[in-house]
């Protein structure tokens, strides 16, 4: 069935996510503080609202897609924000990357107005987003989940429910967690291998089918030739950029001190990227932390 739905948050991710729904039949109305990001919403058939407070009134389901937690804050809960506006009732889906505790203060403000709301970070990035192929990991009570599914599943191909409200963010950071920590070990070994005259297509072709076998090396492994599909291949344009898995390194640590959890490599994993970041990697895919490791990023 057609619904009305707002949608907050139109950039890399969340425009095609939006243009999704739109082909999908249901009428969509967008907000963005780009003024191109709603020119291209407009392009795919959508329409624009002049302002957050117009668009939560109107909406039966929104969604956003925004960069941070203090932006998934701001909006929902700063004045004129979503849970001001909106009708009782009206699902809310935040697909956005953030803290846990941001997630958890946003559900639960909005659980007290009577609006039903799922955390529902995305994997498979901007290529993801426009095929409509997205992982969706939510974080929300079962009602909320099943209300949200129709929606996710025009966005997304695999939806997972999680658990209680951000679930949906913990099990996001505790993925990237372990590709962090896998890249790094990976290019340790390739950088390695390297010193001690030992080919990478060799230590390829063992590790991928002994005990070092992981998806860091398998799928997406940081030196080219093996694997011709992996960014390596093309001087390491992302993909999914080193920016973006230290931010997420960052939130899992922020968890990890909030939760009292001993997360000693996550933490080495985030001043690793935080450094290659600051050495001019920021734009560069993940997997170049091989080249920061070697000594030539
Ligand atoms: P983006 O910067 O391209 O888009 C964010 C959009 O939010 C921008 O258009 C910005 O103008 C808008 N915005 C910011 N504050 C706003 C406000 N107050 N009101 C209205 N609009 C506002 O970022 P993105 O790549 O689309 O990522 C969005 C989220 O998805 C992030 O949390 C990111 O971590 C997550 N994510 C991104 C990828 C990826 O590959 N890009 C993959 C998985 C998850």
Known sequence: MASTIGFIGLGNMGGPMAANLVKAGHTVSGFDLSEAALAALEAAGGKRAASVEELAAASDVIVT?????????????????????????????????????????????????????VDAPVSGGVGGAAAGTLTFMVG???????????????????????????????????????????????????????????????????????????????SYCPVPGPLPSSPANRDYQPGFAAEMMLKDLKLAQEAASSAGAATPLGAQAAALYALFCNSGGRGVDFSGIVKYLRGTS
């Open 65 to 117: 897609m925004l960069p941070a937690g203090a932006h998934v804050r701001k909006v929902y809960m700063g004045e004129g924000g979503i849970l001001d506006a909106a009708k009782p009732g009206t699902l809310m889906i935040d697909s956005s990357t953030i803290d846990v505790d941001s997630a958890r203060a946003v559900a639960e403000a909005a659980s007290a107005k009577g609006m039903p709301m």
């Open 140 to 218: 929300g009570p079962e009602e909320a989940f099943q209300k949200a599914k129709p929606f996710l599943d025009v966005m997304g191909k695999t939806i997972v429910h999680t658990g209680d409200a951000g679930t949906g963010q913990a099990a996001k950071i505790c993925n990237n967690m372990i590709l962090g920590i896998s890249m790094i070990g990976v290019s340790e070994a390739f950088v390695l291998a390297e010193k001690l005259g030992l080919d990478a297509q060799k230590l390829f072709d063992i590790s991928s089918t002994a005990s070092g076998q992981c998806w860091s090396l398998t």
